[in-house]
């Protein structure tokens, strides 16, 4: 995982100024490999529908990752005639090495991207970008198995998708609903932050981008949508399910492990500036019970195991006192772990040493309920002892939860100093600047605004210029009259040009032409 350039916490989500500005607020991107014949059709129909109900300034972005037909002129002569349509070639397959290149040095406040064979219906798109816009959502997603949403495809295809959705909630626990749709939006300032721990480039890149994003708190707005199968599509199911199922290991190994670092793209507690000085806000407490009962139950197996195993060589007594003990100590070790998020090793003994605190309550109360049941009966049953000390492991398990979360592993995030208040100032013309209050922890960025170009890609978290409203009248070529059109972000001296990247590897692996797409 790659998690060296995550530029730091996310400022609070705000409603993009609806003001004129000359950067397009909407980016739409299609991936495209191999597409000469649909691509023509897509973009074509795309513009006209964004040109009829989009209320503000747009861009189509053709990415063509290293296509080897014509492709790339379809793509260039589409940029000639149409002036909101850009054509971006990289020399490397992977839709989602494009998506990243792309999305990272694009200047719109809002990013996403469509198949090229708008198998979505397109009455999708202002709903899917509009929660982005008005800043309510830091993602939104196309949704195929919403109740609500109509699709016609396959049986074999309507299979694959529903298991490596059960695949996803099962192993990744995701709540989102459909991780392949390829019909997804995102804010700009969200993309600058979670990109770089995406480390996928083909086309798991959505699912571990939802995943992380899902996990560090960030809100993804789903929209149901009216979808039809291509039955032309290029796609290697078996190829793409084997990376899928690698991507899935992957990531949950990651998570597991906390070397991904959520809190580098968390959101404050509330958009409201008065919501912002709220602390102690609790945090997580589904995820934490649940995970919680899963290692307790783990931990109560684990426990009567050894239990059984002491039992054979000492009193009842000894070998709840023994088999409570290891378990505990294991039980605190992977709630500390898996349940509570606390990483590394710092406060690891007096997380250990406060767990045996709460052993010590749990063996109080387990062994006064043998000493009560031996009390009422002579020689009791291996059985009648077992079901005992299940009834008494079961209150000291609500109990130990609850002393878990209050005192061993309390979030002290309203205990640390007051966050860093995050002030963004921006105009038609010049750069955004971030500044960090006094106290905080993040420099001052000041970061480059302009054309998509490959040296002048942004670093850091962006905020979204003013929202351009697209002119109501647009000029052109009618009745032998001609007027000079613009591209969006085009320079009066027609600087604006077909960008090129030469994308570079992320890891040594990815410069192999047999990459699969």
């Not at 589904?286 to 290692?295: E, M, N």
């Not at 979204?464 to 001296?493: F, I, K, M, N, Y």
Request: charged share 20%; hydrophobic share 40%.
């Amino acid at each position: 995982m790659r998690t060296d350039s995550s530029p730091g916490s996310l400022p609070a989500r705000e409603h993009l100024p609806a003001t004129d500005a000359g950067t397009p607020v909407l980016d739409v991107v299609i991936p495209v490999y191999n597409e000469e014949k649909d691509l023509g059709p897509c973009v074509v129909r795309l513009h006209d529908h964004l040109e009829r109900t989009f209320p503000y300034a747009f861009r189509i972005t053709v990415a063509d990752n290293a296509s080897t037909d014509s492709t790339p002129q379809v793509a260039r002569r589409l940029a000639a005639e149409i002036a909101e349509v850009r054509s971006f070639r990289l020399e490397q397959k992977g839709r989602g090495r494009a998506l990243r290149t792309v999305w990272s040095a694009s200047d719109a406040p809002v990013l996403a991207y469509m198949d090229v064979d708008l198998s979505t219906d397109l009455n999708a798109l202002l709903p899917l970008v509009a929660p982005l816009i008005s800043g309510h959502s830091d993602l939104a997603i196309g949704s195929r198995l919403a109740r609500s949403s109509r699709v016609v495809r396959g049986a074999k295809r309507e299979f694959i998708s529903r298991s490596y959705n059960l695949i996803l909630r099962g192993s990744l626990q995701a709540r989102f609903s459909d991780a392949q749709c390829g019909f997804k939006a995102i804010r700009h300032d969200v993309a600058q932050a979670l990109l770089p721990m995406v480390e996928d480039t083909g086309w798991f890149f959505d699912t571990e981008m939802l995943v992380i994003a899902e996990r560090a708190g960030l809100r993804i707005h789903e929209v149901p949508v009216d979808w039809v199968d291509d039955p032309d599509s290029t796609v290697h199911i078996v190829r793409t399910a084997t990376d899928d199922l690698r991507g899935v290991w992957r990531v949950g190994k990651a998570l597991a492990t906390g070397s991904l670092p959520l809190d580098r793209i968390a959101r404050p507690f509330g958009d409201d500036p008065r919501d912002r000085d709220i602390q102690d806000v609790p945090k997580g407490l589904a995820r934490q019970l649940v995970g919680f009962c899963v290692v307790g139950a783990l931990s109560t197996l684990f426990y009567l195991l050894l239990y059984g195993l002491f039992r054979q060589f000492a009193g009842s007594q000894a070998a709840n006192a023994l088999a409570l003990l290891v378990s505990a100590v294991a039980n605190t070790a992977a709630n500390r772990r898996l349940t509570f998020g606390v990483r590394g090793r710092g406060g690891a003994v007096r997380h250990q040493a406060q767990g045996l605190v709460v052993f010590g309550i749990g063996l109080a109360l387990t062994s006064g309920s043998l000493a009560a049941l031996n009390a009422a009966s002579t020689g009791p049953a291996h059985s009648t002892e077992l079901a005992v000390l299940v009834a008494a492991n079961l209150a000291a398990t609500v109990l130990r939860f609850l002393l878990f979360r209050a005192w061993v592993f309390p979030d002290l995030d309203g205990g640390r100093e007051a966050p860093s208040t995050v002030v963004a100032s921006h105009g038609p013309s010049s750069p955004t600047t971030y500044a960090t209050a006094p106290g905080g922890h993040r420099p001052q960025n000041r970061l480059p605004s302009g054309p998509l170009a490959p040296d002048r890609l942004p670093q850091g978290p962006l905020a979204p210029d003013p929202l351009p409203q697209r002119p109501a009248h647009r000029p052109s070529v009618r009745g032998g009259t001609t007027t000079t059109r613009l591209r969006a972000g085009e320079a009066a001296d027609d600087t604006w040009g077909e960008a090129t990247v030469r994308s570079w590897p992320v890891r040594p692996h990815d410069t192999d032409p047999g990459d699969p797409r």
